[in-house]
């Protein structure tokens, strides 16, 4: 048949996911993106390179004078303690990394399972889901954490759950709301009428189709945490010194403000720069998976 | 609608009982006790939990209180003895109170007004300005901006000024809001400006912008009368969230700026152990974000007439 | 010679984009008199929203016009300032768009909106413009205009948007009218209404009135002259008759024999336009129609024809010319044979015994209602035939494909397929059955997910149904050649399609596991025109060829005549007439199905001139407020009271072989 002939036929494609090459047209588009992604990965190799060496090791003290600016030898000069602040700016992004990727999985996890059961199956299901989702709004987030750390002890792996707590009614949320819509679109019905089970529908055509805004909640819930992180640690109560995170040494270094300025640079420069990596790559991403720019 | 406020308030109601029930037993669960200092003696210490009924059963203690609170009573301090925990907490409630409302303020202002500019010239150099002044006004630690404020208004602004301007820090009079509040409510503004932004380039693609202009409207008659509203309703989802935010937020930001408000008492009731302060005060803050949120969602039917709660 | 109200001269509208320049309108000229209708034909992507679109100075950023004039009274419109354009529109020329549904602003009053149409211009102050949006109302026969003015665009219905809509065009008398697909969106009956209200603005208030669309019998219908477009020029143009009774252009003579009409006879075969539209920035050499044209000659290829001027200001863009063209016509000779008689005693394939539907909407705790989307239907299909269901938006008919498919279950009634009870049957069996039954939906950009290749949704079912690798293969691909896709296309992903593509995959899914029904709900009313054709032809082929019975829903009362043995005719959630085609659209029993019938335009235009429609009052009753009695009896221009608003009518045979819901059908 002459379907074959006509030029529209010809633009073709070559086998890849429909979800990657959005994902190269939009973040080229974005060079902001970019940027963002080699920051993150810049604070990646330092915080995976922090973990066998750092120049110096993190905790050991007495490398100087205290409060000692930058020089050839400490790129980032000391803290009040005397320690490298480059070592533990570098130790930092490791802990930064963990509890950032740390919540964001988890958070995904949970808010994807139970949005996916609200919106799914609908009925009671859902009420029970969003009723417990409209509490939780209401519960101050920040004061949450707190008690959370409080009682519970400081140490990482509750830092993490304490922010995930905070946070996973978003993501329940918005995936909630993707698959309500999903499940209606045609081709989901198509696929039950041509006999595919409940398992398969939502593995693998809502869950797939849904992804692109998933993705782009997860990166942001990345600086989210970090921020978080930080107010906990400011408050004293992140993780235990002398681990180096880096809302500590920010806390530690603003009394020291007027006259070791670098103290405090340091690492609120690496807060904002990791903040904003994510963000930007967040704000490409949505713009890579925006169906209206898929239609070009 | 009214049906609607008072189940969404009684559910606030509900949900801040519920969470502070959580915070009381866990507390109790604590060991240690507010009364374990140099200053008072073993005798007067058992004495004092004796009054305080922290000898008893948890559970009963869990009664005695939901019995209290009902009564509009949340029990007396333990570090300042004597006195009622509500009377304590009033002239605080007030000064956070106002501290997020300004902030609050400034957050939608400068929200607003950024993310309109922005959306009604997308794509040039003014969108790109606005827009990562935003983004950048989200990826910093709000303790590094209220620190930095700090720093500006009380010494350079005084050494640049030769002592003409001085700005001291703490809350009292009118003219110490405004610091604090742009150091609160600023980094929101760039969520809520990007929210805006967002809304204003997708409605003005819409078809009854098209109708609008063929009737001959002028560009502000456009934005103003016809997106503006429409662009509205998705900032109001997000507005709640940030609200919350903001009047959680003040704790570090009364920190620094050493605001005697909820938030510094918050630490503080922890620190000292005065439990039933710090009780009291997740109770008062669950429900304040509560009503807050609720407030908010009213604002939907205003601003979408097919929306009838 | 009065100064024509709109004079474009050589108009050409581009679009830069990545992946080049888009011509969307080349070299278009054409005169609009004062008080003149004309009507501007063509498919999606031919340029003829754009065209209007620019009259007004409407082009959505980046597109630009870049040559040519465009004079309304006499001013260029082209290189006008903001400030002038925003006197222009709304006063001297103003437009009515295609979506009701989207064209007013949700949270704005209509009466506000109205006004504001008359404030934007001189000489109204608030009270005036409030006086006048109420005449506006009224003169666009809106019911109740005071309370009407203060209510919101939700609360009105598609047909009564578009009326107020038109009234904003009106408000400040402007001598041009331009209707982008005004009634596109509308049910066949409302659309007769607004045809009804156009012709009278124009006779009453002698405001020209440019109409765009893509439907010839609506032209046809209204327009003193008609222009054709296609890929961005003007084809073919001329008087409305002239054109219509001798097209000269191949792509007009071609797309008339395309769309099935009321009047042509039952077994002719729609002429397929072979291919599709071409892509605006790759344009074809020469003639842009020479690729799908059987008359093309060598010059077609090399040289882009000027217009030939025929008689009486007929022209056509076209070296060959129909009437030079003798012989080698595409044939709707081949007349597609039509079914034998069928014994109707043969035990039906699929009986639908008084289903019902009903949801419960809005709020809980008691303030609940009830909406009837399905309210007793009741229809039977027998193996190896094509059962049309008309009907309105509204009527319920695709909650009852749904109903058929078990993809929802019936509030109450019963549905059989092959002698079992679908509704009482357990998941897993249910399951096993679906393999015979399947669905091809209506909208080829939502039933296919875009994340599966070809293969894989074609491969679905198979995968379900436990085929293995190898064989599912072959199967895909044989399926994919019987509905004219090549196999080399098994691993694109749906984005890469068009519409008319898209729908063949739809197919090739649902005839892979060779079952033994289909259900169709509107599987072409999302397509343009010319690809219609193709996928009516296509479906009739397979049904030959697999011996398929087909359950095939839509509006469109010409293509359903086409397409169907048996037709059921659907109002308000039930079935209220049913029989043979010829018996239904020939001698209808049901005032409905009547005044349905008398509301479709023809191609024809003799045939149109001595059309009479019977209007019907008001709009479909809201399915949560049910009228007593006779669900019609609201609109029927014979109900008798007070029986027709007291007894609901059964349906039940009133001729042999033809069933209908009245206490008085008209024999």
Redesign the interface.
């Known amino acids: 048949?002459?379907?074959?002939?006509?030029?529209?036929?010809h633009?073709?494609?070559r086998?890849r996911?429909?979800?990657l090459a959005n994902l190269r047209t939009g973040l080229r588009r974005n060079w902001?993106a970019l940027l963002g992604i080699v920051i993150i990965f810049v604070v990646l190799t330092a915080a995976a390179t922090s973990v066998v060496w750092t120049p110096y090791p993190v905790g050991l003290q007495g490398l100087g004078v205290p409060y000692a600016g930058p020089s050839l030898a400490h790129p980032f000069g000391l803290d009040h303690a005397g320690r490298d602040l480059l070592s533990r700016v570098m130790g930092g992004a490791a802990i930064a990394m963990v509890v950032g990727v740390g919540t964001s999985l988890l958070t995904a996890v949970v808010g994807i399972l139970l949005g996916m059961l609200a919106g799914f199956y609908r009925g009671w299901v859902d009420t029970v889901v969003s009723?417990i989702i409209?509490?939780w709004?209401?519960?101050?987030?920040?004061?949450?954490a707190?008690?959370f750390v409080?009682?519970l002890g400081r140490g990482l792996q509750n830092i993490i759950i304490a922010i995930a707590l905070t946070r996973w009614m978003?993501m329940a949320r918005l995936v909630r709301g993707q698959t309500l819509s999903l499940r209606e679109?045609?081709?989901?019905?198509?696929?039950?009428?041509?006999?595919?089970?409940d398992r398969n529908l939502v593995l693998?055509?809502i869950l797939?189709?849904a992804a692109g805004p998933i993705i782009v909640q997860a990166t942001y819930l990345l600086?989210q945490a970090i921020?978080f992180e930080?107010?906990l640690s400011?408050?004293g109560l992140g993780v235990r010194p002398p681990a180096p995170s880096w809302?500590t040494m920010?806390?530690d270094g603003?009394r020291a403000?007027?006259f070791a300025p670098h103290t405090v640079l340091a690492p609120?420069i690496a807060?904002?720069l990791s903040?904003?990596a994510f963000?930007?790559v967040g704000?490409g991403l949505r713009d890579a998976f925006d169906p209206r720019m898929?239609?070009? | 609608m009214v049906t609607y406020a008072i189940r969404r308030t009684l559910l606030v109601v509900f949900g801040a009982i519920v969470v502070s029930s959580a915070v009381f037993i866990g507390v109790r669960q604590l060991p240690g006790n507010a009364f374990l200092s140099d200053r008072v003696s073993p005798s007067q210490a058992e004495e004092l939990i004796h009054y305080y009924h922290l000898d008893e059963p948890w559970p009963r203690q869990y009664v005695r209180w939901i019995g209290g609170l009902f009564q509009g009573d949340l029990g007396e301090s333990f570090v300042y003895r004597g006195q009622s925990v509500l009377t304590l907490l009033a002239p605080k409630v007030r000064v956070s109170l106002g501290l997020g409302a300004a902030a609050l303020s400034v957050t939608v202002v400068v929200g607003l007004s950024l993310g309109l500019v922005a959306g009604i010239r997308q794509n040039q150099w003014i969108d790109y300005t606005a827009s990562t002044a935003a983004v950048v006004s989200y990826s910093l630690p709000n303790f590094f901006i209220a620190t930095l404020l700090v720093l500006l208004t009380s010494t350079a602004l005084y050494r640049l000024t030769h002592g003409a301007f001085y700005y001291e820090i703490g809350w009292g009079q009118l003219s110490q809001i405004p610091v604090p509040a742009i150091a609160l409510g600023l980094p929101y503004s760039g969520i809520v400006a990007r929210q805006m932004r967002a809304g204003i380039i997708d409605e003005l693609r819409q078809d009854y912008v098209r109708t609008a202009w063929s009737k001959g409207l002028s560009e502000s008659a456009v934005v103003l009368r016809h997106v503006m509203r429409n662009a509205l309703i998705p900032v109001v989802t997000i507005l709640g969230p940030v609200a919350t935010t903001i009047l959680t937020g003040g704790l570090v930001v009364e920190n620094i700026f050493g605001i005697p408000g909820l938030g510094r008492e918050f630490i503080n009731s922890i620190l000292t152990r005065d439990y039933n302060m710090t009780v009291a005060i997740f109770t008062l803050y669950s429900l304040f974000v509560g009503v807050v949120n609720v407030s908010i969602d009213l604002l939907y039917p205003v601003l979408d007439p097919k929306i009838r709660l | 010679m009065t100064q024509a109200v709109l004079s474009v001269q050589e108009l050409c509208v581009e679009f830069p984009s990545p992946r080049g320049t888009v011509r969307a309108v080349r070299d278009v000229t054409f005169d609009v008199a004062v008080g003149e209708i004309v009507g501007v034909v063509g498919e999606s992507g031919c340029g003829k929203t754009v065209t209007a679109l620019s009259v007004l100075g409407l082009i959505p950023p980046p597109g630009r016009v870049t040559s040519g004039r465009i004079l309304v009274e006499g001013r260029d419109v082209v290189g006008m300032s903001p400030r002038e354009l925003q006197e222009l529109r709304g006063s001297r020329a103003a437009m009515v768009f295609q979506d009701p549904m989207t064209s007013l602003n949700p949270v704005l009053r209509i009466g506000t909106q109205i006004e504001e149409a008359m404030l934007a211009h001189r000489g109204y102050d608030r009270r005036r413009a409030q006086k006048r949006a109420l005449e506006l109302l009224a003169q666009v026969e809106v019911p109740e205009p005071e309370r009407r003015a203060s209510s919101y665009p939700y609360q009105f219905s598609g047909g009564m948007r578009q009326r107020v809509v038109t009234a904003m065009g009106l408000a400040n008398h402007p001598p041009l009218l331009i209707a982008d697909e005004p009634t596109t969106a509308l049910d066949v009956t409302v659309q007769a209404q607004i045809m009804t209200l156009l012709r009278k603005l124009n006779s009453e208030y002698g405001m020209a009135l440019l109409l765009i669309t893509h439907n010839i019998a609506l032209v046809s219908s209204l327009c003193a002259r008609v222009l054709v477009m296609y890929a961005g020029q003007i084809v073919e143009a001329g008087p409305t008759r002239e054109v219509l009774r001798s097209p000269q252009h191949p792509y007009t003579w071609m797309l008339m024999r395309a769309v099935p009409d009321l009047d042509t006879p039952r077994g002719r075969q729609l002429i397929n336009i072979e291919g599709s539209p071409p892509e605006l920035d790759v344009l074809p050499s020469g003639c842009s129609f020479h690729p799908r044209c059987p008359h093309a000659l060598e010059q077609c290829r090399v040289e882009d024809p000027p217009p030939a001027p025929g008689t009486e200001n007929h022209l056509a863009r076209c070296w060959v010319l129909m009437r030079n063209v003798t012989q080698g016509a595409p044939g709707p000779a081949k007349t597609r044979s039509l079914p034998a008689e069928r014994s109707l005693d043969e035990s039906p394939l699929l009986q639908v015994i008084e289903v019902h539907k009903e949801y419960l909407v809005g709020g809980s705790f008691g303030r609940a209602r009830v909406l009837r989307a399905v309210d007793g239907a009741t229809i039977a299909v027998q193996p190896g035939e094509t059962l049309g269901l008309v009907g309105e938006s509204g009527s319920g008919k695709s909650t009852l494909a749904r109903l058929i498919l078990q993809l929802e279950r019936p509030t109450r009634g019963r549905i059989s397929f092959q002698d079992q009870n679908l509704t009482t049957m357990a998941p897993n069996d249910l399951r096993r059955i679906r393999r015979h039954m399947q669905i091809i939906f209506q909208d080829p950009y939502a039933s296919l997910d875009p994340r599966m290749t070809v293969g894989d949704i074609i491969g679905e079912p198979l995968a379900n149904f436990g085929w293995e690798q190898d064989g599912a293969q072959q199967r895909i691909v044989e399926v994919m050649e019987l509905c004219g896709l090549s196999r080399s296309l098994i691993d694109r992903f749906p984005h890469t399609f068009s519409g008319g593509q898209r729908q063949r995959i739809a197919i090739a899914r649902a005839i892979a596991l060779n079952p033994d029904f289909v259900v169709a709900d509107e599987p072409v009313s999302a397509l343009d025109v010319s690809i219609q054709a193709q996928i009516i032809n296509l479906m009739a082929d397979l049904q030959a060829e697999l011996s398929l019975t087909y359950l095939f829903i839509s509006h469109d009362l010409s293509v359903v005549r086409h397409v169907s043995d048996r037709v059921a005719v659907m109002y308000f959630g039930s079935i209220i007439e049913t029989g043979k085609v010829e018996a239904v659209y020939g001698s209808p029993l049901h005032p409905y199905t009547s005044s349905l019938l008398s509301s479709v335009p023809r191609i024809d235009p003799d045939a149109e001139a001595q059309r009479l429609p019977v209007t019907l009052r008001g709009e479909m009753p809201s399915p949560l407020d049910p009228p007593t009695g006779c669900p019609f009896h609201t609109r029927c221009p014979i109900a008798q009271f007070p029986l027709c608003s007291r007894e609901r009518p059964l349906l039940e045979a009133k001729r042999f072989g033809h069933d209908a819901a009245c206490h008085f059908p008209q024999y």
């Open positions: 048949m002459s379907v074959l002939e006509h030029p529209a036929e633009r073709t494609r086998r996911g429909a979800l902001l009723t409209s509490i709004y209401g519960i101050p987030d920040l004061l949450v707190l008690l409080v009682f978003e679109r045609d081709y989901v019905e198509a696929a039950r009428a041509a006999g595919t089970r693998r055509h797939p189709n600086p921020l930080a107010f400011y408050l809302g920010a806390a603003f403000i007027q609120a807060i904002s903040l904003l963000n930007w704000d898929r239609q070009q």
